[in-house]
């Protein structure tokens, strides 16, 4: 079954419908999916949705441009939140140079301090990289985040940087952005990167594939994402919900029921 695996259903946009598309999932196809914090509030809802459902999972961290809220204490509530057995990934952590603030500086610091939480408590770890293609290689090198694996989620770098991360050991987020008039770099980049590298993503309520591009998204719309994933790598499209389903499980060291 399709696993999506960065999502954000504790987001406002799901307020109206939560429970009811929650509920349509199984039925379409939809086997599992993790809901991704991006700031406190979002990592409490996380594991809070992963609670409420079987087939969620959470992962917890601040993204880059909200790490402001973060001091020793916000550390010490993620390590504790970490701990809990349905959270399975320190994230969306990482670096953002699109917006001006936080600084780059400040970004930096978290972020490190972020992949040694996630080396401390053993969990992998789910990049947000934008605009940011150096810095974060470099903080990944300099960090060993190679003995830590994870994925880059909905991967906007070149095809030579995709073989940079897999060589590493991390997983390509690929999404809707693969289905746009001007995805071309990203569907260079699938097409080098062995599927066996490579995750589902929705990124929910953003980047909807086209033909719904620019409403809300939801796990729903995956199988776009899918038919243009075979449609590069010339494989079925049962070859590639069912192998991006066993990665995604390898990677969050999920066990596949039998
Ligand atoms: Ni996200």
Redesign the pocket.
Known sequence: MIFDT?A?YDDGQFDEDREALIASFAQAGIGKVVN?G?NMTSSAKSLELAHKYDFFYAAVGAHPSEVEELDDNAMEKLKKWSEDKKCVAIG?IGLDYHWPDPSPEVQKKWFVRQLELARCVKLPIVI?SREAAKDTMDIMISEHAEEIGGVV??FSYSKELAKEYVDMGFYIGVGGVITFKNGRKLREAVEETPIERILLET?SPYLSPEPYRGKRNSSLNLPYVVKEISNIKGISEEDVIRITEENAMRMYGILMEV
Do not use: L, R
Request: aromatic content about 0%; charged content about 20%; hydrophobic content about 20%.
């Open positions: 960065h954000h991704i991006a969306e947000h989620h909905c990124d």
